[in-house]
């Protein structure tokens, strides 16, 4: 199960500087799980989970294996971008492929790196994205309708369905409302998915700052923040030159420099569990004295889907899950003391997983 996350932004405002950032991180971590880079502006980190060093601490774990998302890096955007502008249609496709927006704002002033606007304003600069992926997504909206007209007339249910949908949509854009906006049927929501639209998806604002704002944050940043606040999207602050800084340090001269700068953990950290957190994932853990391995489900996973994750033999043949907590696996030195503890539940098909649970599943071939 891939999670995509595309880093998108205007020209010159440290959006390939910071996925240079993640990318060197991701290739020191090779030797923990499998990293790949699919493509020159794709790649896969890990996603930061101490409790996974625990548990495999505990069990005695040769491997570690965390789990991982992947980061796009998007070409730049620049307004018209919906009209074919630059490299408008290649950004509009690549965004239509992945399941969140990272938003890179340039909240820094520099001299010598020059604004594609000539001006220093985040918020606008957000605005100007998000009007572009908006005109891009009324267009699509509009042509898709024209299109299902003929559907429409012969009584094809599906094709109601999805104009409906449509139409919600083509409303919230219409007056200047992105997609995500709109409220949706917990029946809608696979279709509504499925309509691709580009301002449907979440967004995290990525707000990079000076070298010696990392820890702080600025003014710019501040009015970042009270405009995800308002719209209910979500955001970190970063220095994306000091994470490239980082990225190039080994592990204990990372932490040393990490401590100089006033920091208590790398912003990419902060950047991998946001996107996580905007896509509502959660984390289930397989330990053994073979591997300590974290897997990713989204929230509401029940027990048989869990297991899908493995391997779609585990989904079919389904019986149940043995299941611990983290708190208690920890507590309890393990398996073996968890189980004498009377803490290891058996779960059935309809167990919704939680967060941090340790499972093991039984299953027929």
């Excluded at 005695?60 to 009209?83: C, E, H, N, W, Y």
């Excluded at 079919?316 to 983290?326: C, D, L, P, Q, W």
């Excluded at 968890?338 to 599943?361: I, P, S, W």
Aim: proline share 3%; net charge negative; charged share 25%.
């Amino acid at each position: 199960m891939g999670f995509r996350v595309g880093i998108v932004g205007l020209p010159n405002v440290g959006k390939s500087t910071l996925f240079n950032a993640l990318t060197r991180t991701a290739a020191a971590q090779a030797a923990n799980f499998p990293f790949c880079t699919i493509e020159p502006n794709v790649g896969e980190v890990a996603v930061p989970d101490a409790r996974l060093d625990r548990l495999a601490a505990i069990a005695g774990s040769r491997q570690i294996i965390p789990t991982r998302m992947t980061f796009v890096d998007i070409a730049g955007l620049v307004k018209g971008a919906a009209q074919g502008e630059g490299l408008g249609n290649q950004f509009l496709a690549n965004i239509r492929e992945v399941d969140a927006i990272a938003h890179v704002l340039r909240c820094f002033e520099d001299g010598d790196i020059t604004h594609v606007e000539g001006r220093i304003d985040p918020v606008e600069d957000a605005r100007t994205v998000e009007t572009e992926l908006m005109l891009a997504d009324l267009e699509s909206v509009e042509r898709r309708l024209v299109n299902l007209a003929r559907k429409i007339k012969g009584g094809d249910r599906e094709a109601l369905d999805q104009e409906r949908l449509l139409k919600l949509a083509q409303a919230a854009l219409s007056e200047g409302r992105p997609a995500r906006v709109v409220e949706v049927a917990e029946d809608d929501r696979k279709a509504w998915r499925m309509l691709q639209l580009l301002t449907a998806k979440p967004v995290l604002y990525v707000c990079n700052v000076e070298e010696e704002m990392a820890a702080t944050g600025n003014a710019q940043s501040a009015r970042v923040a009270e405009m995800a606040a308002a719209e209910g999207n979500a955001h970190v602050v970063i220095s994306a030159r000091i994470e490239e800084e980082i990225s190039q340090l080994a592990p204990d001269e990372q932490a040393m420099f990490l401590e100089e700068m006033g920091l208590h953990e790398a912003g990419l950290d902060r950047l991998i569990r946001a996107g996580y957190d905007l896509l509502h994932l959660q984390t289930y853990f397989t330990v053994g004295p073979k591997e300590a391995r974290a897997w990713t489900i989204t929230a509401g996973t029940l027990a048989p889907q869990a297991a899908g994750v493995i391997h779609g033999d585990f989904e079919k043949g389904f019986i149940r899950a043995e299941t611990i907590s983290f708190d208690d696996y920890v507590t309890h030195g393990g398996e073996s003391g968890a189980r004498e503890a009377g803490r290891l539940r058996l779960e059935g098909r309809g167990y919704q997983v939680q967060d941090g649970d340790v499972m093991h599943f039984l299953f027929n071939t």
